[in-house]
């Protein structure tokens, strides 16, 4: 049995969640598989576990204090009856309760990590993220650049593999069409509403490109704190015809969008003095199952998610922005070129037929 610890997990939207619910279904496959998760929206968390069939969910609500202790009692249970091949953790906040039992029961135990959350704000913050993470018996990281920033936490963990997220076939959804503003180029950015996703700095060159392209679509899917800001700025720059805020979308929804979009485009922001951080990037790759080329910043993980000239464009300086946007937009033949490549990337690498073998073999390795 494998369990999985996690306070991100579905019916939450963002991309830890998407990964976790991923990784479990995935994993459930071949093996048994039960989810600890917190409890997001009981009414909408109780008809989506009840679609689940692929593996058990167990809820857990109440102020964080409690609801730490009481997925403890519940893993200690699980513990008692079961043997447990390995614990996997979203993180290494899910794994300092319960993590000296899991040692004592020499159950083996992998956190995950994603780069948010080993920014480290000083050192008794640095010291609790070394602690759990040295204890553990492995780390998944989700690019090399956010290895590279837990090296600096820590040199005794015992093992670190990078395994970037995976997509799965989208073959068998249906598209379920929303009211969108017809013109074109349409470029789409597909993330949480949070300074670090540079959608200001996209809003800035649309507002620069309508002059040639008067009838440019900037497709902006999410929901976050910035909301009110990107309203105050689409006003400000007179954009109400050119921009389609769509807010949270589902997976029908989001192929309809796709299929309208010419260039997914996320140009982040190096935000650690806000604890904030791009480790890597799932909405490119997701794109990329369209034939849909990116544009993306170089900051954080993004140049492994979108590679250079290959299956989008980098930009090293954010003044670059709008040529770089019209790059794409007037060459058609490198657009359709460099989003091919991502589409084959994205089936032959990234698909997580291939990313769940990667798993599986580090559990295996553990036992």
Not at 170 to 197: F, S, V
Request: charged share 25%.
């Amino acid at each position: 049995m494998i369990i999985i610890l996690t306070q991100c997990f579905p019916t939450k939207v963002g991309g830890i969640e998407t990964l976790m619910y991923d990784v479990a279904s995935n994993l459930s496959i071949k093996n048994d598989v039960k989810v600890l998760a917190d409890q997001q929206d009981p009414y909408k968390d109780l008809e989506f576990d009840k679609n689940n069939t692929n593996f058990s969910i167990f809820r857990f609500k109440g102020l964080k204090f409690f609801r730490k202790r009481k997925k403890f009692i519940q893993l200690k249970k699980i513990c008692s009856v079961n043997k447990i091949e390995v614990v996997i953790a979203d993180s290494w906040k899910s794994l300092e309760i319960p993590i000296n039992f899991l040692k004592e029961k020499k159950i083996p135990v992998i956190s995950l990590v994603h780069g948010n959350e080993i920014i480290t704000k000083n050192d008794i913050h640095q010291n609790r993220i070394k602690t759990i993470l040295e204890l553990t018996n492995a780390v998944v990281v989700n690019s090399t650049y956010t290895k590279n920033l837990l090296t600096k936490i820590s040199k005794n963990l015992k093992k670190i593999e990078v395994i970037h997220p995976g997509v799965n076939s989208t073959n068998t959804i249906t598209k379920q069409n929303i009211d969108l503003k017809n013109g074109y180029p349409t470029l789409l950015t597909l993330a949480r509403l949070e300074k670090r996703k540079g959608h200001s700095l996209i809003l800035k060159s649309v507002f620069n490109l309508k002059r040639i392209y008067p009838d440019i679509q900037y497709i902006i899917a999410g929901n976050g704190e910035q909301l009110e800001n990107i309203k105050k700025q689409i006003k400000k720059y007179n954009l109400d015809t050119n921009v389609n805020l769509v807010g949270t979308i589902n997976e029908s929804q989001k192929k309809f969008i796709f299929s309208k979009t010419d260039i997914m485009i996320m140009p982040t922001l190096d935000e650690t003095h806000s604890n904030s951080i791009e480790g890597f990037g799932i909405a490119y790759i997701e794109a990329s199952q369209y034939g849909i080329p990116s544009i993306a910043s170089n900051v954080g993980g993004t140049p492994e998610a979108v590679l250079d000239n290959k299956t989008g464009l980098i930009i090293n300086n954010i003044n670059k922005l709008d040529e770089t946007i019209k790059k794409l937009v007037d060459n058609k033949q490198l657009r359709n070129q460099l989003g091919q490549n991502a589409k084959t990337r994205a089936e032959n690498e990234l698909n997580w037929k291939n990313q769940i073998l990667k798993y599986n073999k580090l559990i295996d390795d553990l036992q």
